[in-house]
């Protein structure tokens, strides 16, 4: 089946698929009685190329030494050249006889061929490819392997010189490579992992170098040496995830917040399409290492641990786990006599089938612990508490609906997160925060109680679940609250204990006190960043970001935080135990500038997860806070405390500084940034000391030298008010409304000119209805006619209704309706996106039908202004049909694309402008992948089929109905990714709304639907 995992593959097959869809429509176009035209001109240009592709494919092989390739390309090469048999004979046998039936198979298959073979060969020579590359991280990777036995400087400069030209190899054609990948998401994963190569280099280097300093010294070398295998350890690993990643042909969109079912089936028909290519390779002794099937197997490995992880059953998933452990010795076993020649001993060959029949045992586990999951019906809670919430929510929606506890312990678990959080909060917000967990956990308590004893429908029960709704909002609204506030303070200062172990780790030998010191040090440090990282993860965890790259970005980074801290305490007792040593010290400099590196991008993607205004505030109230405890050291004459308060006024102001920094580089708005650095200057020096601040601290130490000094006193409170007015005023700039109404409502009439008289009313003059004016004035009520029922708002979705609704086996309808619902919430009146994205979930369900997945589609036709069909009634549609809508769909997707990246362009937030540009830069790529796919499809549609010959025989089809599974599991895949894209698209561009360029001329109108009479 074809694969689009490049941008070369893709730009090769799209032409090629143009060209068959052409053939399957006039081949279908035959079946309806018409005549075929002379096709000898065409296929003769097709032979051509088959011809000239078939001569570079067998040079291709004969001038490489890659055996797999010569192994893989050749069955490829086959089937071009017998597809291009096919269609000659088709051609010829058709200007004997238009009408004839079996020449129209031939042409149906020899298309088919074409496309796939040419896919096939493709893939061969791409896979060959990522090989060299694969073979140069390997390169890499012995460098590594070898880095124990380097411990003389002489053997570090060999190895530096040894190594550095691998590395810029592996690291050039990694690059080039990411370029040319089409799934954002792995070329994302590539750039991160070398970069992190990149990163940790040098100080790998530095790393082996303070270990054989401190060797060579006659100390011990246990710390250096456990220093320098974490970094090989961590280049290592960074190295296997580029290979890893380099080896991926497929990403699902929505595999991050999928349910469990979904990914255990996708699973399950991976396992499925891949367990012929293993259990061939099995029983070839003489197959390769590392082709196809090799890969096919450990392929079918990783998608049964998929299904074991998501297992609601612990037995089904720890028996899955046990065999594929097994499994994998066996393999590696039987790959060890395969490299040294013994592929055909008795050893190998019953090995070989032993793991043959653990791979149909460990195929029937998976079915089986599929099978327990879905009946079971339990689901796993999100992963957020906005999800959590919503989970909750639904059960709240209709209590005695059975969704197997799902709702209740989503609920638990909110209310475990809030008590969790509760914990570092300060007084006065852990109180009330644990007060709003009791009272949820006590209307859940009530109503679980209420649901066991069979009466949860009834008003009680809807009651409390009403209740219960609303406190669990106000709940989660608490949480971040808390969140912002545990933010603003353990982020105040991220930098002041590690400076605080660079000093300890060189004072100076025989100095008092000197190793309790380091060791009080080297603890603050540690806890302090284990709370950094903890506070990270609950932001993402509970944080409410809705912007799913930034919440895996905070967990990757928090991990790399905790990873990396320890080792920075190392290397500082490195330097410790020999201060004089300077290697040492070079790679402690190195090691935490890694780690600041690390933290600061931390803050940043905290600070972009919370929301700036209300981050700024918490501050404001920090300050406030600090400002009563130096108002009362001062009243107790306490110095010390004095001066720590008003450090940390200094430092929270430094933060809101940070903050409007940022808002202000993230906005490309000249009115907003204007406004955000005018009221930031007053918080701001000109040479880098803050203005404000630096009075403050001034009048606080004069404070601090004489707490009696009524002077010093009135100087301090007046500098520090200047200060929180600034801060104030910083955040009312920061500060940005949710968005304006582009269209207003008129407003009211002056109540002051009406009038209630006996006479009758003068009727109002008549003006024309001016965009900001007054409506016409109503009439008054009379006594005897009832006021009118207002009527409902313009709505352009008269025709939802026509939208089926899908079925548990029809994942491409089920794909079409997500992303009809979450545009369904929206009005299409002047809003082109929702327009566009509606009529892509109506075009999607539309194929749902066409690829033969039943369902009631009545009136979806005139929805999208297409001529009934009668083929269209059944179980399926016409090839030509399937091929237009997937063509119409590819359209639809380069028009949301066009709409989203003009969106965009009005974008005054850089941030969201990016998070725009990044979700809907693939929906063209997925909707080109579907036209190729649907092709494919289409000339499967009908092939299992017998074809009546003209002597009254059947001429039976010889492809099989496995082939067509897989394009149409491939189908499937794609255009789930195509509707989640666009549904992300959806979701940041009304994100994004809220911040365009007020002078653009540019409308856009995101309009809630509600019936009036909800209202």
Known sequence: MPVFHTKTIESILEPVAQQVSRLVILHEEAEDGNAMPDLARPVQTVKLAVDNLVKVGYDTINSSEDQILKQDMPPALNRVEEASLLLLQA????????????????????????????SSLLLAFDESEVRKIIRVCKNVLEYLAITEVVERMEDLVTYVRNLTPVLTRMTKEVDAREKELTHQVHREMLVRSLEQVKNLTPVLISGIKTFITVKDSGKNPQDTQANRDYLVRKMSDEIHEIIRVLQLTTYDEEEWDADDITVMKKAQSGIEQKMKQATDWLQDPAALIGSLGDKALHQVLDDARKIAERCTNP??????????????????????????????????????????????????????????????????????????????????ANPGMDDKGLGEQATRLVVSEGRKIANSCPEPMRKELLRLCDETEILTNQLADLIRNGQGNSPQARAIANHLSEKLFQLKNKIKEALINQVAEDFIDISTPLKHLSEASIVPIGTPGRDQNFAEKSQNFEGHANKLADTAKMVATAGGCRNKKTVEEIFKTSAQVDDLTPQVT?????????????????HFDLMKKRWMDNMERLRGLVDEAVDSSALIKAEEEGIMRDTERVEDAIQMKDPPRIGAHASNIARRANRVLQVAQQEAENSEDPKYVDHVNQAASNLRANLGVVESIAPMVQGAKGVSMNPADTNAQQNWRKANQTLIDAVRDVRGAVTVDAGVDQFPPPPPPDLSELKISDSEPEPPEETPPAYGGAPPRPPLPNDNATPPRPPPPETDDEDEAAFPTPQANQPIMMAAHALHMEAKQWSSKDNDIIAAAKKMALLMAKLSQLVRIPFDFKGLNSVLGLKESPVLGGEGGSKKDLIATAKSIAESSEEVTRLAKKLAAECTDKQMRKNLLQVCERIPTIGTQLKILSTVKATMLGAQEPIPAPDGSEIECESSSKEDQEATEMLVGNAQNLMQAVKETVRAAEAASIKIRVDSGYTIRWLRRRPWYTS
């Open 91 to 118: 051609s010829e046998m058709l200007r004997a006889d238009p009408f004839s039936a079996p020449a129209r198979k031939k042409l149906i298959e020899g298309s088919r061929g074409i496309l796939q073979g040419t």
């Open 570 to 586: 190392t290397a500082a007792k490195i330097v410790f135990q020999d201060p004089g040593n300077q290697a040492a010290q070079e």
């Open 315 to 396: 037995a089904d998933r720890d028996q899955i786990l046990k065999t594929v452990g097994d499994i994998e010795s066996m393999v590696d076993a039987l790959c060890e006599l395969r490299q040294l020649g013994k592929g055909d001993s008795p050893q190998a060959m019953s090995l070989a089938r032993e793991i043959q029949k653990k791979l149909g045992d460990l195929q029937n586990m998976t079915n089986v612990a599929i099978a327990n999951t879905e009946r079971s019906g339990i689901r796993r809670p999100a992963p957020t508490v906005d999800g959590k919430v919503e989970q909750a929510r639904t059960w709240l």
